[in-house]
């Protein structure tokens, strides 16, 4: 109702009553600004097609009522077509469920643990495949299979020498399970562990459908809103694998590099455009190749905000860059691939594309990868507003990452999401501008007479 007070949002996300060090959620339910239940449902045609455009734009002013984040972001995260109606989404649902269960079996058979209700955090196998036969272990594997460790290691060295994917995979699932342990434990809803099993779960199944990435360290921050948000297990993968088609190329190592250092080469150079002297001063301490932000585009963001506000962030980020191809997209690539840019075939209508999406289409803000995520330019932001206290009290990278570090809980989403508009707005325009004056200077070198 207009006019009535901002209701919190933390009640939606309890938190243990021991952990007071736990950072307050800055986001509030704000009544005609939040995508409220009534918004939502009104949003959509008799037929079940959805009216993207309007959703986007009531996100943009005051996020998600918490009681529909998930069926919003099932949305936001191209699992389904906007243009899509009530009984093929259904159908969609219920075939990926059947998909999921289908992987999961498949984990299952060659661990049990998997679907178990448990999880594990040592190491099953060494690095060429034995049995790891120390106690912990076994009593790990005793109580997830409900029979003994020894059976399972003689069934599981029965059929010869494991193959590498699987050596590989078993290898993962002890570094998943230590991460869970960790991941989001000041929540009141993974003192069940029911929950962080199934968090467990996702996780190993994705490692295995995902080989060329498999599991590394900081996926569990990003699925775990997913498995708080939505009930069905199959329906949370789902969620995160589509998040994963947006990320994983940040995973990917080859040895020299980690995927997520050309977008710290991309944020290099946006520095150095929007604030060349904060840029310098990173530079002269040593932060030039900005490692120290690789955290922040890892997991998005979600140490450096209280678990609420950081799903308030995301939200804001994928209503911003939303591209109504999403979901034809990922559809005509199997899981485990990243955003290939394809057509529907039909034209894409800027209304129902998001504010970032459209200053790229305008202004052709892409590089050779395709375009920015919208991430770096968060990033870029954070920086811009701490450009001061960077300039000032940072005598080096123990003090740039110390000044970073004290800003967690301190920030405000959707200032931080204004910013990076802004902020790519100013760098598209610099850019072009840039390369009008080099195509400019060009020109008049070929048309000058061959005499001078």
């Known amino acids: 109702m207009w006019g009535a007070a901002a209701e919190p949002a933390d009640s939606y996300y309890q938190v243990r009553p ?41 996100i943009r002013r005051g996020g998600i009522h918490p009681s529909i984040r998930g069926e919003v972001w099932e949305f936001l995260l191209g699992c389904y077509d906007p243009s899509s109606t009530f009984d093929e989404r259904e159908q969609i649902r219920q075939r990926r469920r059947k998909q999921y269960a289908s992987w999961k079996e498949e984990c299952k058979k060659m661990f049990p643990v998997i679907g178990s209700g448990s999880f594990i955090t040592a190491p099953v196998v060494t690095e060429n495949g034995q049995p790891n036969l120390d106690p912990l272990v076994l009593q790990e594997l005793d109580f997830g299979t409900n029979s003994s460790g020894s059976v399972f290691f003689k069934k599981l060295t ?17 570094q998943i399970g230590l991460d869970v342990n960790r991941t989001d434990r000041s929540l009141e809803f993974y003192e069940k562990k029911e929950n ?6 996702i996780l190993s199944v994705y490692a295995w459908i995902d080989q060329d990435v498999g599991y590394c360290q900081g996926m569990s921050d990003l699925c775990s809103p997913m498995i708080v948000l ?49 840029h310098q001063h990173l530079d002269k301490l040593g932060g030039g190749d900005y490692l120290f932000a690789i955290r922040m ?11 609420c506000d950081s799903l308030y962030l995301w939200e804001m980020m994928w209503a911003l860059e939303y591209d109504p191809d999403l979901f034809h997209v990922y559809e005509a690539h199997q899981c485990g691939s990243e955003k290939v840019e ?5 034209p894409k209508s800027m209304s129902q594309c998001g504010k970032y999406e459209r ?13 920015l995520p919208i991430s770096v330019f968060l990033v870029a932001s954070v920086l811009k507003d701490k450009s001061s ?8 990278l123990d003090d740039v990452v110390k000044i970073l570090n004290d800003m967690s809980g301190n920030l405000d989403a959707k200032k931080t999401c204004s910013g990076a508009i802004k902020i790519h707005k100013k760098y598209l325009r610099k850019v072009i501008s840039k390369f009008l004056f080099i195509f400019s200077l060009s020109c008049l070198c070929v048309s000058l007479p061959e005499s001078l």
């Open 18 to 58: 021991e952990c007071t060090d736990v950072a307050k959620t800055r986001f509030k339910i704000k009544p005609g600004k939040t995508l409220s239940v009534r918004k939502w449902q009104a949003a959509f045609l008799q037929d079940g097609t959805l009216d993207i455009g309007k959703t986007l734009r009531r």
């Open 389 to 396: 206290k960077l300039m000032t009290e940072a005598r080096g």
């Open 297 to 307: 585009l890892m997991v998005q963001f979600r140490r450096e905000f209280s678990f």
């Open 359 to 371: 200053q790229n289409m305008r202004n052709g803000g892409k590089s050779a990868e395709g375009p």
């Open 196 to 201: 962080l099993s199934k968090l467990w779960d």
């Open 230 to 278: 939505l009930e069905d297990e199959a329906d949370s993968f789902f969620c995160f694998e589509r998040l994963m088609r947006r990320l994983r190329g940040n995973f990917r190592s080859t040895g020299r590099s980690v995927g997520v250092e050309a977008q710290l080469t991309h944020l290099s150079s946006i520095t150095q455009i929007i604030d060349p002297k904060l």
């Open 158 to 174: 029965s059929r010869g020498p494991l193959d590498k994917k699987v050596i590989q995979w078993l290898l993962s699932l002890h």
């Open 342 to 346: 394809v057509s529907n075939g039909k």
